[in-house]
């Protein structure tokens, strides 16, 4: 009962800031920054071996700049994401700009579904909403839900505000195929490691042994619907681009695993270019081979 009412009390308090400009929500973030980083130290243990086994050549110095830059974001993207409450349709729009729309949207009007894979980098959640206002394709997010109610049905409605519709990990199959006939777009965020018992698939991915999601890849085979990557790039503070790339038109004459390996090598030059977009604080690798 004391949890729910602190539940209820923290949601109360986010839509309040979430009413705020994003100047004074960026001005929040600077000193969320110092007390994240220099004072709690949140999971900055985590973030620096993560970064230390990726990038294992560049010296102590070069890690930190990139870790500070890194948190430096990730206190931004929490108020991004605290302001998803609020935020208008202008506003995404303002914000989020798409490079090369048209080669998926050859596709919807044929009234055909293409399949979408993102990560953890940039803001995925404006991503989201920003897709769904191209006004071209059903937009669906698939999600994990979250374990605590009360936040999990404000994701849901902050998520589908602008006509998306939030398709459950394991509903995902099912959602594809029902949607057949229509201009669809499915987004997957496919840099998570699946849970131990899932698995079953291993590459090396930022120089270490890492499992590697399938879901992409398994429907994908199953439909033969094109696969994107959307490409993220941060232009200045709030602000992106999103490239949509074609990295596997057909998908039903490809052999085993080449769909998984084509999505995560696509994902690993992102971040190698520019690291501090991605979410290192996240513990991505605690699962071993056997």
Same mark, same amino acid.
């Given at each position: 009962m004391?949890?729910?009412?602190?539940?209820?009390?923290?949601?109360?308090?986010?839509? %309040?800031?979430?009413?705020?400009?994003?100047?004074?929500?960026?001005? %929040?973030?600077?000193?969320?920054?110092?007390?994240?980083?220099?004072?709690?130290?949140?999971?900055?243990?985590?973030?620096?071996?993560?970064?230390?086994?990726?990038?294992?050549?560049?010296? %102590?110095?070069?890690?930190i700049?990139i870790?500070?830059?890194?948190?430096?974001?990730?206190?931004?993207?929490?108020?991004?994401?605290?302001?998803m409450?609020?935020?208008?349709?202008?506003?995404? !729009?303002?914000?989020?700009?798409?490079k090369?729309?048209?080669?998926?949207?050859?596709?919807? !009007?044929?009234?055909?579904?293409?399949?979408?894979?993102?990560?953890?980098?940039?803001?995925?959640?404006?991503?989201?909403?920003?897709?769904?206002?191209?006004?071209?394709?059903?937009?669906?997010?698939?999600?994990?839900?979250?374990?605590?109610?009360?936040?999990?049905?404000?994701?849901?409605?902050?998520? #589908?505000?602008?006509?998306?519709?939030?398709?459950?990990?394991?509903?995902?199959?099912?959602?594809?195929?029902?949607?057949?006939?229509?201009?669809?777009?499915?987004?997957?965020?496919?840099d !998570?490691?699946p849970?131990?018992?899932?698995?079953?698939?291993? #590459?090396?991915? %930022?120089?270490?042994?890492?499992?590697?999601?399938?879901?992409?890849?398994?429907?994908?085979?199953?439909?033969?619907?094109?696969?994107?990557?959307?490409? #993220?790039?941060?232009?200045?503070?709030?602000?992106?681009?999103?490239?949509?790339?074609?990295?596997?038109?057909?998908?039903?004459?490809?052999?085993?695993?080449?769909?998984?390996?084509?999505?995560?090598r696509?994902?690993?030059?992102?971040?190698?270019?520019?690291?501090?977009?991605?979410?290192?604080?996240?513990?991505?690798?605690?699962?071993?081979?056997?």
């Open positions: 004391v949890q729910k009412a602190f539940t209820h009390i923290g949601l109360f308090f986010l839509k %309040l800031l979430a009413l705020l400009p994003m100047s004074v929500l960026y001005f %929040l973030a600077d000193g969320v920054y110092l007390l994240l980083y220099h004072v709690i130290g949140y999971r900055r243990k985590v973030a620096r071996e993560n970064l230390q086994n990726v990038f294992p050549d560049k010296k %102590l110095a070069e890690i700049a870790e500070k830059k890194f948190y430096r974001y990730l206190v931004s993207l929490m108020v991004e994401i605290v302001k409450d609020s935020i208008s349709e202008k506003e995404v !729009q303002k914000r989020f700009k798409f090369n729309l048209d080669l998926m949207e050859a596709y919807w !009007q044929k009234n055909e579904g293409v399949l979408i894979c993102t990560a953890h980098y940039g803001n995925w959640e404006w991503a989201g909403l920003s897709l769904g206002l191209t006004g071209s394709a059903q937009n669906y997010i698939i999600y994990k839900p979250l374990n605590n109610a009360t936040f999990e049905d404000w994701f849901y409605k902050v998520r #589908t505000k602008f006509g998306n519709k939030a398709i459950a990990m394991r509903q995902t199959l099912r959602a594809v195929q029902g949607s057949k006939g229509e201009a669809s777009v499915f987004c997957f965020a496919n !998570q490691a849970s131990k018992d899932e698995s079953h698939y291993w #590459t090396t991915f %930022l120089n270490q042994e890492s499992s590697v999601q399938l879901g992409i890849e398994k429907i994908a085979k199953k439909t033969n619907r094109p696969v994107f990557y959307l490409k #993220t790039r941060v232009i200045k503070r709030g602000y992106y681009e999103m490239d949509c790339v074609p990295i596997c038109l057909e998908p039903a004459n490809t052999a085993e695993y080449e769909i998984t390996e084509l999505h995560i696509f994902l690993e030059k992102m971040i190698i270019e520019e690291p501090a977009y991605w979410l290192w604080s996240h513990r991505r690798w605690k699962y071993k081979r056997g």
